[in-house]
């Protein structure tokens, strides 16, 4: 029997070793027992991954959640499970493409109609490390789903967000910023050779930068003085706060391009020590949660958070003047300058929506 003693002490050890280590890693469940009974959440990209989890978590909360994505047919799907399982009524499937200008002012002037309030609209939906190729309106892709797409919603959202006040934004961000660098001279990789993963890090360095920007500019709405005291925290203003999160690593659709995997090195030896590592997404969504529900987060606002932790970001994602300029060129590309048509370097301009149907 003695022979035993010292494999399973060791294995005991190991095993244990490793759930300490993944709980630390994944940050855990949100603590907030908050509920969000007559809130309505808008979620981009909700069909799979995070963002599924996260409009299941928010509706088994009491919340009334607007699913956009813009596969319809994964996204009824997604929401008609979420019904069944959480026993809510009231979560709903939209189109919204992030690669389509048109698809977005669609989406938003639905909301603006349909919806009486906007309390929470988290920007959950990306692209990662994908091969070149550009959006309908002549955008990197990854550029245009990350951040414009998500930049020119928000915005058109951001008069109902207001009305709708205390409401919240979250950014969906990543630990990849650190190494991104805004080429202001070739956002959309037409000069140089493309690097998806610097484009993937672009994107995500823009996510930040876009943040500590509208929260500045939600805080300018209102005169005489600052909106916030020394820890961010609104003590007046419009009442939308926004804040980004990178959720930490999670086992989602979004690394398929990364080729993690393809390797029998990588699939036999390093998925092992991987799977300790990453997270499901359901614990994946639990920061997304945590900044939408969560008490101590009210009037929190321009703060980016590792998982439930703040953190301060990348010295680059802290330029002031490059937050200020990446706004007014999104504005520009976008159309949201009355003067400016939307365009690309190269790219169609945007056409005028068409006719709106009500979508429940």
Not at 58 to 84: S, V
Not at 335 to 340: I, P, V
Request: charged content about 25%.
């Amino acid at each position: 029997m003695s022979r035993y003693i010292l494999p399973v002490s060791v294995f005991g050890t190991v095993a244990g070793s490793a759930v300490l280590i993944k709980n630390r890693v994944t940050g855990g469940r949100c603590p907030s027992k908050a509920r969000i009974k007559g809130k309505t959440v808008v979620i981009t990209g909700a069909n799979t991954g995070i963002g599924k989890e996260t409009a299941k978590e928010l509706a088994n909360r009491g919340g009334r959640i607007i699913m956009g994505c813009r596969d319809m047919e994964k996204c009824e799907a997604a929401a008609k499970e979420i019904r069944g399982k959480t026993l809510n009524p009231h979560v709903y499937a939209c189109q919204l493409d992030l690669a389509s200008m048109k698809s977005i002012r669609e989406f938003a002037e639905r909301i603006n109609q349909e919806e009486k309030s906007v309390d929470i609209l988290i920007n959950n939906a990306g692209v990662m490390r994908c091969p070149a190729g550009k959006t309908e309106d002549g955008f990197d892709m990854q550029l245009g789903v990350n951040h414009l797409g998500h930049f020119l919603l928000t915005n058109l959202l951001l008069e109902k967000l207001k009305d709708s006040a205390p409401s919240r934004v979250i950014n969906l961000a990543s630990l990849a910023h650190i190494v991104g660098k805004i080429d202001f001279d070739d956002l959309n990789w037409e000069k140089k050779k493309f690097d998806t993963k610097q484009a993937y890090c672009q994107s995500k360095l823009a996510n930040v930068l876009f943040t500590r920007e509208l929260a500045k500019r939600l805080e300018g709405d209102v005169g005489g003085g600052p909106a916030c005291d020394e820890r961010g925290v609104l003590t007046r203003g419009t009442g939308v706060t926004v804040n980004a999160v990178h959720p930490g690593v999670v086992a989602t659709d979004l690394g398929r391009h990364t080729g993690l995997h393809q390797s029998q090195f990588s699939t036999t030896v390093l998925s092992p020590f991987f799977s300790m590592l990453v997270k499901s997404p359901e614990l994946g969504a639990q920061p997304s949660v945590f900044l939408a529900v969560a008490e101590e987060m009210a009037g929190v606002t321009g703060r980016y958070y590792d998982v439930m932790t703040e953190k301060e970001p990348a010295p680059q994602a802290l330029d002031d003047a490059a937050a200020r300029r990446l706004w007014e060129v999104s504005s520009r590309l976008v159309g949201l300058q009355a003067d400016t048509p939307p365009q690309a370097t190269t790219g169609p301009t945007e056409p005028e929506p068409a006719g709106i149907s009500k979508y429940f």
